[in-house]
């Protein structure tokens, strides 16, 4: 059934701005992105929004809808009650371009930085071979449409602009921690996400988890195990006594 819903929307650029309230036609069905929309081509022309495949699976339209990041086109006006205000806001963490189209280029530099799959040098293409458990975890990786609500959402980038410089973020640790479980990458990227990537930052209370749309265990399946590889070389006393012995 159809009805007047009232939004609220964040408008303006890397200048300022401020939410501003409209009245739009919401119908049966529709998602948070439909109304966006609706509201371009009737009330504001000039809103920009960032979308492109509105079927969750580009990760473009990543904003954050009364306060929770979401996908613009999988949130569905039927969760919300007909009296309630919609609240559509630009992501936080990071810098606004313009109304709900923000700067993302921090996750494109992190993902630069993480040196990529290196085989075995003796290793020809053809003879690469993999057991299909070690397949399904990448596998689960892989899902990631880099729509960032991980990023996005992590407090410690989030709430601390500082370290941006020092933590690669949910994201990019997953990265590492899929190329470090490969079983056919000879690099060790043990040191690198703890040094380079800021794995130490992270204290694992799952907000990243929580709001992908790919419904990937990014803590439990990647941040947790990549942090038992790091504590295993760096604090093991086994290991601290191998080094040390094999340095002599």
């Given at each position: 059934?159809?009805?007047?819903?009232?939004?609220?929307?964040?408008?303006?650029?890397?200048?300022?701005?401020?939410?501003?309230?409209y009245?739009?036609a919401v119908?049966?069905?529709?998602?948070?992105?439909?109304?966006?929309?609706?509201?371009q081509a009737?009330q504001?022309?000039?809103?920009?929004?960032r979308w492109?495949?509105k079927?969750g699976?580009c990760?473009?339209?990543?904003?954050?809808?009364n306060?929770?990041p979401?996908l613009?086109c999988?949130?569905r006006m039927?969760t919300?009650t007909?009296?309630?205000?919609?609240?559509?806001?630009p992501?936080?963490?990071?810098?606004?371009?313009?109304?709900?189209v923000?700067d993302?280029?921090?996750?494109?530099?992190?993902a630069?930085?993480?040196?990529s799959?290196?085989?075995p040098?003796?290793l020809?293409?053809g003879?690469?071979?993999?057991?299909?458990?070690d397949?399904?975890?990448?596998?689960?990786?892989?899902?990631?449409?880099?729509c960032?609500?991980?990023q996005?959402?992590?407090?410690?980038?989030?709430?601390h602009e500082?370290?941006?410089?020092?933590?690669?973020?949910?994201?990019?640790?997953?990265r590492v921690?899929?190329?470090?479980m490969?079983?056919?990458?000879?690099?060790?990227?043990?040191?690198?996400?703890?040094e380079?990537f800021?794995?130490?930052f992270c204290?694992i209370?799952?907000?990243?988890?929580e709001?992908?749309?790919e419904?990937?265990?990014?803590?439990?399946?990647?941040?947790?195990p990549l942090?038992?590889?790091?504590?295993?070389?760096?604090?093991?006393?086994i290991?601290w006594?191998g080094n040390?012995?094999?340095?002599?």
């Amino acid at each position: 059934m159809a009805y007047d819903a009232r939004f609220r929307v964040w408008r303006g650029d890397d200048n300022g701005g401020a939410l501003q309230d409209y009245t739009v036609a919401v119908n049966e069905g529709e998602v948070v992105l439909d109304i966006i929309h609706r509201l371009q081509a009737t009330q504001a022309p000039d809103l920009a929004v960032r979308w492109n495949c509105k079927a969750g699976k580009c990760g473009s339209c990543s904003a954050e809808v009364n306060g929770r990041p979401r996908l613009l086109c999988m949130t569905r006006m039927s969760t919300f009650t007909e009296d309630e205000v919609v609240t559509v806001t630009p992501m936080r963490t990071f810098p606004v371009v313009r109304d709900l189209v923000t700067d993302v280029s921090f996750n494109y530099e992190k993902a630069r930085e993480i040196p990529s799959f290196t085989p075995p040098a003796d290793l020809k293409p053809g003879e690469y071979r993999m057991k299909q458990q070690d397949v399904e975890r990448s596998q689960e990786f892989r899902k990631c449409i880099e729509c960032f609500l991980c990023q996005n959402t992590c407090h410690v980038v989030r709430d601390h602009e500082d370290n941006k410089n020092a933590f690669a973020g949910p994201r990019y640790l997953m990265r590492v921690a899929e190329l470090e479980m490969h079983p056919l990458d000879v690099a060790d990227r043990r040191e690198m996400a703890q040094e380079d990537f800021g794995l130490g930052f992270c204290n694992i209370t799952k907000c990243c988890t929580e709001v992908c749309p790919e419904h990937i265990k990014i803590t439990d399946n990647a941040l947790i195990p990549l942090k038992e590889r790091v504590v295993d070389r760096k604090y093991d006393p086994i290991v601290w006594l191998g080094n040390k012995l094999f340095r002599r």
